[in-house]
């Protein structure tokens, strides 16, 4: 997918066009509105069920597609959420493609955003605002509180990026941002008395054991543990709702990759979780 540097995240300048999920599970194509309006599952179609607009707008999506743990955004992406895209609101117009707008003013420069009025499919099943606006699914934030549901979207003539929850089995478009870095939540062993229910950690697919426990200890424990003391003072622990072990250190400065030694373990969902050793 073609890629544009905007702040800190790497978007796709394409709309998503997949059938499948990320572990090759169909996603059903959907045209009859009938039926489109009850589904309680992911869907995509064309506007207007028409394969020529593959090209130029790629697919359209319902927001139980969004939600689905199995994945909609390829490998090594993900879908923004609603905060990535206020950060864009400041852009505007600009996010436009320079010829299909056919709006009043000119702009002086466009950022190759190349976001084309591909219009919007109702809850109902019916399509509308094709050559006037274009719109975007934002993906959940379970940490925060917001509205759920929200679409970000361009007008033709509107300077600024609007948005507003939708309903589930509305259809808008989907862009991606390149999976930069990952975020495992750790829960925390309350024998640490510290006041998190659950702490982040940011990784990339490169990150080694040992700076994941210095990350851990820096931001986390710095007060709390003795340095150096992984395996004396406290561990990770993981679990599956099954079994539960120690992720035990090689060494001084253990060098393995973090995810390796997740997946060669886990194959499923599990919990990390910071214990306190007593």
Known sequence: MRELKIGEHIWTVENLDVSTYRNGDPIPNIEDAEEWKNLKTGAWCYFENNSENKVKYGKLYN????????????EGYTIPQHYDWLFLQKFGSRLKSKFEWNEKKELDFYIPFNAKPGGHRDSYGRFCYKNEAIGWWASSESDVKNQGNIAHWLYKNDSQLGWKPFFENDGFYVRCIKETHKSIKFHVNTNLHLQYNYISINYTGLTTFQEILNLIYKNFLIDIVNPYSYGVDWTIQIYDGER????NKIGDKD?????KILVGIYKNKFRLIISRSL
């Open 63 to 74: 927001y139980h597609a969004i939600q689905d743990p199995r994945g909609l955004a390829p």
């Open 244 to 247: 539960i072990e120690d992720l």
């Open 255 to 259: 060098d393995r990759d973090f995810e």
